[in-house]
């Protein structure tokens, strides 16, 4: 279809592939794409859009930016502990780049395997920057992780590190030296622009979490959706909040801000009674994916920020809003 | 979650309510939606972006942007004769503009409303405007209309009439006399803002129609891709083709232009064999829509037009491509 022009070439060109999975009837080509789901299960869907200068900088390689594109939606599909089935991708371009969209396509390509995902359809128009990723998952019915399931006496868990991508964006703006972090600042900057969906750990809280969000806006404003879905309140440890060394080497109020309301970390925030703290840990062993213990959930409504010794951590810790931050 | 600033407030005001339809198990709110398809069907999928200047004018009312934004969608799923399950919908906004959203959402709405499909999910960033919808369907194994099952000796349909949205689109650019249009103007605007997804039809056409694609990009262009699919070429009888009595108003070249390459008709183009003329015919009654019947498929490969003395049709009938037209 490449006689017809642009539009269709680039589809052609860099996003279409046999599609890979017996779960996928029909790819790239037709007016639809067909998936069939195995028999009886639910089907989870969710969608980003990534808007250049709010979801990422113009200094991003293409391959991390097709990477983070897809890894973003696939955080969505973790939280909820869905198994990936497919993928669509809508793009505007300012203009026929094909160096790059071979990255782009490289970078989607190469999570998209990883998860055993095919791309099955999609668009591409001319216009501002603009990529936008639906993705669907399946789980069983009755399954699914969901935002309202903490109850008082849950303990709060997050997996990996936090606030290292917030670190990574405040030295971009330079309110971090890049010289002072040195070699540091290359490791943030892949926490920025490479993060790693927690995909299998969300298929193994199955049945252990009893709520779980994936952390797009930082803790604060994500623990926030929970506690209003579940209503119930929470307690958290700042102290215990996971961190790198490199952000552990910044001035405390600079820690608070990237782990508390960083954004962009895409780590699992999730619930689960104090009882199954040894199916938690081997979740996390299966998946290959550190967690740590961080609080708990209360009946009294609202978020308490505590350090270690109980003590309130003073600070207004709103979630990272695209509109404002 | 109005607390945490402008997008979430946004998503909450406009595009929340409870979940419609017994398929949708968990609707907006969580990191991901859930929709339990009917037993053993197969999901279709389709996912369109709207750029302003591109695929809509800045003069659109919002009502009717919303409607066509999902209007474009159903039309794919309608071509595949899918039955309308659920949406998603990503939209970045320049600026929080509340008169412009709930216009977008009652167009939107209203046109999901009636085809008994729920909103699901989505996201909402600022950023260049930006409009990006997929929908989902459902359609038995095998029974999904394709643009691979073209056979020559088959007739070739379209529904309803084609070409008035092109000609509002060129009045609107100054080619075409608003004045000597008149009050036909709003008529033929009427065709371009607010195009009617031939869903219906195709839930008909299933197992009757051999091949079906839906007019976006106008129909040299789009017949285009089912010849290719389908490895067959075609004939196309340019006085068959249906139109308004506004375009047939005006001069024949910026009629065949409307017609081959108008862009944005959203009817069905379908194939199907000479003996199912009384069935094609009898889902067209069902659906309530009109169809004609305007040319052949043919062995020899190619697109020919000619005219009703079988003389052939002069001139250059590119799809309509987003990065050209």
Same sequence: chains 1, 2.
């Avoid at 938690?280 to 609202?302: F, M, N």
């Amino acid at each position: 279809m490449s006689d017809l022009g642009g539009e269709f070439g680039l589809i052609a060109r860099h996003f279409t592939r046999p599609a890979r999975g017996g779960r996928v009837v029909l790819g790239v080509g037709d007016d639809c794409a067909l998936v069939q789901p195995d028999a009886g299960q639910q089907l989870a869907i969710s969608s980003d859009m990534l808007v250049e200068g709010r979801h990422f900088l113009a200094t991003v390689p293409p391959e991390r930016l097709g990477h983070k594109a897809l890894a973003v939606n696939l955080s969505d599909l973790a939280a909820c502990g869905a198994e990936p089935l497919a993928c669509t991708l809508a793009l505007a371009l300012p203009r026929i780049d094909d160096e790059f969209l071979a990255g782009l396509a490289q970078g989607l390509w190469a999570l998209a395997d990883a998860h055993g995902m095919a791309l099955v359809g999609g668009d591409t128009t001319a216009g501002p920057l603009n990529i936008c990723i639906t993705v669907f998952g399946q789980v069983p019915p009755g399954q699914a992780l969901l935002r309202s399931g903490a109850r008082p006496g849950d303990e709060l868990w997050v997996s990996g590190t936090l606030g290292d991508a917030r670190l990574a964006l405040e030295a971009f703006r330079g309110r971090v030296s890049v010289a002072a972090l040195g070699a540091d600042f290359d490791r943030v900057r892949l926490a920025m622009e490479l993060p790693q969906p927690r995909v299998a750990l969300g298929l193994a809280l199955r049945g252990v979490a009893s709520s779980a969000i994936d952390l797009s806006d930082g803790l604060a404003g994500d623990l926030g959706h929970v506690l209003q879905r579940s209503a119930v309140g929470a307690t958290v440890d700042a102290d215990a909040l996971p961190r790198s060394a490199v952000l552990a080497a910044q001035p405390l109020a600079m820690q608070l801000q990237c782990l508390l309301a960083g954004g962009d970390d895409y780590e699992l925030l999730f619930t689960a009674p104090p009882g199954r703290r040894d199916a938690v840990l081997a979740a996390a062993r299966q998946a290959g994916v550190p967690v740590s213990r961080c609080g708990r959930i209360d009946v009294a409504p609202g978020l308490r920020i505590e350090d270690g010794h109980g003590q309130p951590v003073d600070g207004q810790w709103r979630g990272f809003d695209h509109f404002s931050a």
